[in-house]
């Protein structure tokens, strides 16, 4: 007997002993009262042997007679001699006019001797390997000893590159590059040492790099001007792991409070967030837990007094604002104070980097800084310019 066939006769007896209704059990079997009274009648009159079906081991009804298994055994012996299953089931029908499913025609081969059903594959598992304590201990280089890619790296030596192997052309292609890499630095250098106000964020972000330098963790927000922190040169990520981006939603706010806690797992590291002063107002009521944690960050506030990415939207869809401005506008300084906190607001950018070096010595003290620079809200990277006037002008036709 099967398990199902055991746990009915099980059920059967309960009905029997009246412990459970007919009901009961019908539902508990998952069939109809009237089947489940077929069967207890079965039961009554033949015990657990009664609930065996009367069609086991007996031919099915929908059997092929075997003449004419007969018939197609020789066929497929013959004029599809080396055939597959599916190949076989076709020309059967169209030569021979003989309709039979790939499924039969596969077991009477299986059956013959004349075909080997396929083993099912096992499945593989592919367990994550763990991190490497050190970076290097893990390398992988796809290397040759020919030339393929263009005229350059012929092969490779303990996952280097051996550069006695490098063509001329490379080396000069290299050296090109190199050059114009050190022009447009230069170049973006000499950009952010512009004066003039209101301080333009690409100079913040350029002189946040130069003085936090390395052992530094970059804390991304949501917003237009912190996105000058996505270009490089204007901030280069010096440490591995050194950014931590907004989340896929890019909630506002998530990087102000997510600075406590990248602090709490990194002590040794400096912690800095950039943020608009819309998100820094959405969270700040966390600046007090990295006080009480001891988690010394220093948070830039990008201030335009306005919520910067949605008013530019507005601007691009016929320049219709609402409730994008900020009217009432904070005390950062004194939020920074009552939270007992180092705070400064900047309006210069000669007091740019004073004052980052300032909140850096402060973190190092143990103390978290706030720093409150009003910026030019008109001041958007370019490729952020580019996407919101691709993004927009489809809707414009609705206005």
Known sequence: MTEQEIDRGKLMQMAEEKR???????????????????????YRQGGDQGLISGHRLKPSNNRMD???????????????????????????EEREGIRVSKETVRQILIEEGKHRAKTKKKERAHPLRKRRARRGELVQIDGSYHAWLETGVGRTVNGRADSNRLSPEWGSRRGEIAHAKQLYEAEIAAECQTGGTPIKTRRVVYELNQV????????????????????????????????????????MGGGVMGTVGAKLARPEINMVCLTGDGA???????????????????RV???????????????????????????????????????????????????????????????HNGKPAILDVVVDPDDHPEGFVEFKHLKNEPRKKYL
């Open 280 to 298: 820094f107002q959405m969270y700040n009521q966390d600046v007090p837990t990295a006080v009480q944690d001891g988690a010394p960050v220093t």
């Open 212 to 251: 936090f330098g390395k052992n530094t963790i970059l804390v991304n927000e949501n917003g237009s001007q912190g996105l000058w922190s996505y270009y490089s040169p204007y901030y280069k990520v010096l440490e591995r792991d050194g950014v931590v981006a907004p989340g896929e939603q890019t909630c």
């Open 301 to 363: 506030i990008l201030n335009t007094s306005s919520l910067g990415w949605t008013k530019y939207s507005q601007q691009l869809l016929g320049e219709r604002y609402i409730a994008v401005d900020f009217e009432t506008r904070p005390d950062f300084v004194a939020m920074a104070r009552a939270f007992h906190c180092h705070g400064e607001r900047i309006e210069d950018p000669s007091q740019i980097r004073p004052a980052l070096e300032r909140a850096l010595q402060t973190n």
């Open 20 to 42: 459970i209704t007919q009901r009961e059990g019908a539902k508990r079997l998952g069939i109809s009262e009237r089947h489940f009274r077929r069967l207890l009648q079965r």
């Open 66 to 92: 075997a003449e004419k298994r007969n018939e197609i055994l020789d066929l497929l012996l013959t004029t599809c001699e080396g055939f597959g299953p599916t190949l076989a089931s076709e020309k059967l």
